[in-house]
């Protein structure tokens, strides 16, 4: 059984630009979440997606959007990118049926750079 | 606005000794505490995760205490490995299936 996986795993970028990164959540999960893991920090919340639909969002700007799809995996874009996107993206995903719809289980994120 | 606040960053114990991370929080709405391990390069995999009915709970070597009066829980692993050697983080979230917050994390460096 197959965990959370993401893509691409490393990514570089220039200033301005728009990027597009994927995950696929673990089987039997229906949410996805993403968030932004700078260096030396814990995670920060983006958004999380059920059902298509955008449930939640943090403290981030416009320029961060998603996407979720009908087999319940997700995109993450971001445009205009500035320095301060470079970071580690996370994608979490968890079930919202059961007793385990807390536990969120993360994928191995995507290196962003941008130059 | 730091909701979750974790100390210490840094942590180095002896092989075999007990490392104990603690973390605070404030929004007493939390109902959720889970502990996540992060290695250099992954993503953070989910250690064990407590709710505020319960004092403590404990999986193997790791035990969560959690202090609902002071709004405080902290991690204790027993017998530290040379394995155990990674960042840690607490969370918490509110309601079922919400975000997590984060707290900054734990550096654990365990010497033989």
């Known amino acids: 059984d197959a965990g959370v996986t993401q893509s691409p795993t490393h990514l570089i970028k220039t200033r301005g630009q728009q990027v597009t990164l994927r995950c696929s959540p673990k089987s039997g999960h229906d949410t996805v979440s993403w968030y932004q893991q700078a260096l030396g920090q814990g995670p920060q919340f983006i958004f999380q997606?059920?059902?298509?639909?955008?449930?939640q969002r943090g403290n981030f700007p416009d320029r961060f959007s998603g996407h979720q799809f009908p087999n319940y995996s997700s995109e993450l874009n971001v445009n205009a990118l500035l320095l301060g996107d470079s970071a580690l993206y996370l994608c979490a995903s968890s079930s919202q049926a059961g007793t385990s719809y807390n536990e969120q289980f993360f994928g191995p994120g995507t290196r962003l750079t941008v130059l | 606005q730091q909701q979750v606040k974790q100390s210490p960053q840094s942590l180095i114990v002896q092989k075999g000794g007990i490392s104990i991370i603690n973390c605070a929080y404030e929004n007493t709405a939390f109902d959720y505490f889970p502990w996540y391990q992060q290695f250099p390069g992954k993503g953070p995999a989910l250690l064990i995760a407590i709710r505020p009915d319960v004092s403590e709970k404990k999986e193997g070597r790791f035990t969560i205490s959690f202090n609902k009066s002071a709004k405080q829980f902290s991690l204790h692993i027993m017998d530290s490995q040379p394995g155990d050697s990674a960042t840690y983080f607490c969370?918490?979230?509110?309601?079922?299936?919400?975000?997590?917050?984060f707290g900054t994390g734990t550096q654990l460096k365990v010497e033989l």
């Open positions: 997606y059920y059902e298509e639909e955008e449930r």
């Open positions: 969370a918490a979230q509110t309601g079922g299936g919400n975000k997590l917050t």
